[in-house]
């Protein structure tokens, strides 16, 4: 028997797609659209418009008017809160049809709702942190450095109009992380959603729209980077750029951006690190808990993923018995079936190219403890792969040091904490790392000297009001917290002589 996902397309009551813009649900100017196949049956999922440029230009001119002319940057603070608290409550009122259509975009596994961070509960947070932020961040008042008396203010003012590009893998806590700062700062925004995850986007969407959001304020354009996301980077009215996704098309957007010198945030990806001490509290959680990032609901494919397991030598043995052990643990398959703990891999481009590493690392030296292979019968028509590991990796191989994205951890050995810390640092990417040892001291030491946005120590996990954000090629700016609000803010200076001499 196949496995089949479509009998819960008709329960969740999912519609093919529109476009939104200007507060109208509308086709694309052509016609064209994208069929969306589910990762885990290949089966057509439903259907959504491809934005073609006009399309593109309609939603950004709509934003555009929204800036200039609506109401929304102007609007008291007093009623922003309330709006995002409203959709925040929203959110939560409808957390089980949002899960089901994002298992049916993606196959992030019903049964992951529960964990925080990817959560629908999450993303309510964010939008009410951000609310929290509206009423309080402000300019400041400055004295006279030189001349005659005068009065200096500074003002924190909405950027403009936001292109806000998401990912599919963690569509919920992505959407919440651009949006709500954005809408908090006063912006208007032109969203597209990754063709692989859009329509739990689209719901999260119709529910800004139930909670009071004016027309033009958020406008949606769906379909794939060429042509819709390129036509939207490339725009001359967008003003900020605010991106997450792979280091590749980050690049572009960089390029894109110099010719009308948009202000850009980048959340790429990562290959980051795990350090293994060998007084690490518990040497079996730490590899459970290391795996469990590389297989657990996306199976390997998120930014945070500790894909660089480095475990010292007195403890390798022992990390790779209860690694492989949590790899036999995982189950995948059906996403609604609650018993299913990981994902296929999101399309057969990725599955290939996932395949590829794990065949070009054993041609390398790296040996195969487990997995690498793909499961048939009733899954063979889904992209899955085993989860997987490889010991006795060097940190210069492949597999050590590019971004898989897929359920594949690289055991690294080491001696000594300078080793350690070099291994570790050995990388373009800087997202994240963990340490585990049960010294304070030398988990401090170690921490401080890591170049990663966010190092969890026995542990990490991502929060609406910590900033989180990349070193080196993992990105640009941060989202989370206080300095996420202010990066949808332009500061303004405003002076005025208080005497007949300014200066
Ligand atoms: P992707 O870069 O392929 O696509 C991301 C988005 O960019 C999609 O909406 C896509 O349609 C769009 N896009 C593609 N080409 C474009 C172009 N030329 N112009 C404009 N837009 C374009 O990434 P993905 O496969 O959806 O997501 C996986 C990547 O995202 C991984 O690298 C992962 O590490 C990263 N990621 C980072 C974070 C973070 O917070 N740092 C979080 C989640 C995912």
């Not at 008291?76 to 957390?95: C, K, N, P, S, V």
């Not at 110099?258 to 350090?275: C, I, N, Q, Y």
């Not at 030296?365 to 889904?382: F, I, S, W």
Request: with cysteine; hydrophobic share 45%; aromatic share 8%.
């Amino acid at each position: 028997m196949t496995l089949t996902v479509r009998p819960h397309r008709d329960e969740v009551g999912l519609k093919d797609g529109q476009l939104y813009v200007d507060g109208a649900w509308r086709p694309a100017a052509d016609g064209a659209t994208w069929t969306h196949l589910h990762p885990a049956s290949g089966e057509p999922i439903g259907e959504f418009p491809i934005a073609t440029m006009s399309d593109v230009d309609d939603a950004v001119l709509a934003a555009r008017r929204a800036f200039d002319d609506g109401p929304w940057p102007r609007s008291r603070a007093g009623q922003r809160i309330q709006l995002l608290h409203r959709y925040a409550q929203l959110l939560r009122e409808h957390t089980d049809e949002l899960q089901r259509l994002q298992a049916l975009d993606n196959s992030i596994p019903l049964s992951f709702g529960g964990v925080y961070a990817p959560s629908v509960g999450a993303a309510a947070d964010v939008f009410d942190h951000h609310a929290g932020w509206v009423d309080k961040v402000g300019g400041q008042t400055l004295p006279p450095y030189q001349g005659g008396d005068h009065l200096a203010m500074t003002f924190r003012e909405p950027i403009g109009v936001v292109a806000a590009i998401l990912p599919w893998n963690a569509p919920f806590l992505l959407f919440a992380q651009k949006v709500a700062p954005a809408l908090a700062a006063g912006c208007t925004i032109v969203l597209k959603p990754s063709e692989y995850c859009t329509f739990s986007v689209l719901h999260m969407v119709e529910l800004l729209v139930e909670a009071g959001l004016p027309d033009g304020v958020l406008n949606v354009v769906t379909g794939p980077g060429d042509p819709t996301g390129a036509a939207l980077i490339t725009h001359p009215l967008v003003d900020k750029v605010s991106f997450t996704g792979s280091r590749a098309v980050g690049r572009r957007i960089v390029e894109a951006s110099a010719g009308t010198l948009k202000r850009v945030s980048l959340e790429l990806g990562g290959k980051s690190p795990t350090l293994v001490f060998p007084d690490a509290p518990d040497i079996g959680l730490a590899a459970m808990t290391t795996m469990g990032t590389v297989t657990m609901g996306l199976s390997g494919q998120a930014c945070v993923a500790h894909t660089r397991a480095l475990v010292h030598r007195e403890v390798y043995d022992q990390f790779l018995a209860a690694a492989e052990m949590m790899a036999g643990a995982i189950t995948y398959g059906d996403p609604f079936d609650a018993g299913v703990l990981a994902s296929p891999l999101i399309n057969t481009r990725q599955l290939d190219r996932v395949l590829g590493f794990i065949e070009r690392a054993q041609e390398a030296g790296a040996k195969l403890v487990t997995g690498g292979t793909r499961p048939d019968g009733e899954l063979a028509a889904g992209n899955f792969v085993r989860p997987t590991v490889f010991a006795d990796v060097a940190n210069d191989m492949e597999i050590a040091r590019e971004e898989v994205f897929g359920p594949v951890l690289a055991v690294i050995p080491f001696a000594s904490d300078d080793e350690a810390v070099r291994l570790a640092n050995d990388t373009e990417y800087g997202l994240g790392a963990g340490v585990y040892t049960s010294d304070a001291k030398r988990a401090f030491r170690v921490a401080r000297r890591l170049r990663a946005g966010t190092v969890g120590i026995n542990g990490f996990q991502l929060e609406p009001h910590l900033p989180f954000g990349g070193f080196k090629q993992s990105g640009l700016g941060r989202e989370g917290g206080r300095s996420a609000f202010e990066a949808y803010t332009e500061l303004k200076t405003v002076m005025m002589p208080l005497t007949e001499e300014l200066m």
